[in-house]
């Protein structure tokens, strides 16, 4: 079985601050892991994606995220956040098939 | 390059009638998968497709619920006598057939359901 777990349900920080929304996972086979933004009332955007190769993955809208086999997590970071960024993001991952197993989200609220 | 389509955005029906959600998947696309966004809650996974086939149906309900993705036209979800906690976000992913691109999935905008 896998799961992931998004153990902050709500991150409130001020704009231009750092923010690291975490993820961790579990899984008995190798994975790809995934990080979704999704706006209010739209779908989801795929921000960045890790498949192999290097832990450190850049993705969108200045967004990166570094996987860590050891400590089994997918952490996603982004050096100063804007007001735009308000969102709901969602860790995810697949692995022995297609279907993504999502987290519960993580809510960023970037205040002024 | 249009993405993933899906129509309607929003569906309200009362308890007992049908609910057809389609998605047509992007251009190119052979995969299509189908999630479930409950109310303050993450997605669950429903279903997978291919064209005339279901890959896996491992987390569809066991009764009302049914999907296709038919040759030709667009993947339908079919809901048959709809209940209040049917009433959610549906969304449809696609994934290119090329094995080495088929694990990322790109989103529609969703379908939201209201069942009255």
């Known amino acids: 079985a896998q799961s992931v777990t998004q153990l902050d349900s709500q991150v409130p920080v001020f704009e231009e601050a750092p923010v690291e929304l975490r993820c961790n996972y579990s899984?008995?086979?190798?994975?790809?892991l995934f990080w979704y933004v999704q706006y209010p009332n739209q779908g989801l955007q795929l921000l960045l994606k890790y498949l192999s190769g290097s832990t450190l993955v850049k993705g969108i809208n200045g967004f990166e995220a570094e996987f860590n086999k050891s400590q089994t997590s997918f952490h996603l970071r982004k050096p100063s956040v804007h007001i735009s960024d308000t969102a709901e993001y969602f860790c995810?991952?697949?692995?022995?098939?297609?279907?993504?197993?999502f987290g519960t989200g993580t809510q960023l609220k970037v205040e002024l | 390059n249009a993405g993933v389509m899906q129509n309607p955005r929003h569906l309200v029906r009362r308890r007992g009638q049908e609910a057809r959600l389609r998605c047509s998947p992007m251009?190119?696309?052979?995969?299509v998968y189908w999630y479930r966004q409950l109310p303050e809650e993450g997605l669950k996974f429903m279903v997978y497709l291919q064209k005339e086939n279901i890959i896996d149906e491992s987390g569809m309900p066991k009764e009302r619920f049914s999907a296709e993705f038919p040759k030709e036209g667009p993947s339908i979800l079919r809901i048959q006598q709809v209940v209040r906690g049917d009433s959610a976000a549906y969304f449809c992913?696609?994934?290119?057939?090329?094995?080495?691109?088929?694990?990322?999935?790109?989103f529609g905008p969703g379908t939201r359901l209201l069942v009255l």
């Open positions: 995810a991952l697949t692995g022995g098939g297609n279907k993504l197993t």
């Open positions: 899984s008995s086979v190798s994975v790809y």
């Open positions: 992913a696609s994934s290119p057939g090329d094995r080495a691109l088929q694990e990322t999935q790109y």
């Open positions: 251009k190119g696309h052979s995969h």
